[in-house]
């Protein structure tokens, strides 16, 4: 199936045995476009240092946005007009910390929050969404602290704990379940996009594995880092 896709859409990224095997180029990515000032805009991110850390910006579209004919190839409203409906997330920026394939930058939490200041220049965000394991003290400040003190006196929406629920329990869908109900959409229309400029993503969220022992999670042993901020 993954070589029929390849062959017949053009579509390279999908990868055989893939977490996402929904995922494809066409429908989710699109050109850089102009996000218009009244949606809802939100940031989130995934920790690391010897590992990468991954920091998004996303908006809400607040109503059926219509995309030029080039910016999205496959992707049709009922109407037959090329569209990211409303409610649509948009991923319109993402910060990548890599020195290598899964290799970190080693930066600190004032040095990554002083990036995230420096990247939002005049956006004004909601809200902001970051690892819950960020938010634990070890003698010390903890990190999400360090970084929401950099926002705070800059002025920027500073992070709260992120629902970290991975796979579905206690009635809840789990993270990678909503994560995967936005990627296929409605009528073959998806509820997530990302710009074609945040390369991290599209580079490893479509390589993503099952875990062997539990095959709803993902294998962490991987580089989830940017599916982990995407689930956030």
């Not at 949606?39 to 995934?46: G, L």
């Not at 190839?73 to 991923?91: C, E, Q, T």
């Not at 903890?142 to 926002?151: D, K, T």
């Amino acid at each position: 199936e993954t070589m029929v896709r390849a062959w017949l859409e053009g579509d390279w990224s999908v990868v055989e045995g893939a977490f996402f095997d929904c995922w494809s180029y066409l429908k989710h990515v699109v050109d850089p476009l102009t996000i218009p000032p009244q949606w809802t805009r939100f940031r989130s991110m995934d920790w690391g240092s010897a590992r990468p850390f991954s920091v998004g910006w996303w908006a809400i579209a607040l109503e059926d946005f219509k995309l030029p004919l080039s910016s999205l190839s496959n992707v049709v409203g009922s109407s037959g007009v090329r569209l990211i409906p409303r409610g649509a997330l948009v991923r319109y920026r993402e910060w990548y910390g890599a020195s290598g394939i899964n290799q970190g930058l080693k930066l600190d939490a004032t040095q990554v929050a002083e990036g995230i200041v420096a990247r939002e220049r005049d956006d004004t965000l909601r809200y902001g969404v970051l690892d819950p394991a960020c938010f634990r003290e070890d003698g010390g400040p903890s990190i999400a602290e360090r970084i929401n003190a950099i926002l705070v006196a800059a002025k920027k929406r500073p992070f709260h704990a992120a629902d970290n629920a991975r796979v579905p329990q206690r009635g809840s869908m789990g993270g990678w379940d909503q994560l995967r109900a936005r990627l296929v959409g409605q009528d073959g229309v998806p509820m997530i996009y990302t710009f074609s400029t945040c390369d991290a993503s599209i580079r490893t969220i479509p390589a993503l594995a099952h875990d062997q022992s539990k095959p709803e999670d993902v294998d962490t042993e991987g580089e989830d880092h940017a599916g982990d901020e995407w689930r956030y």
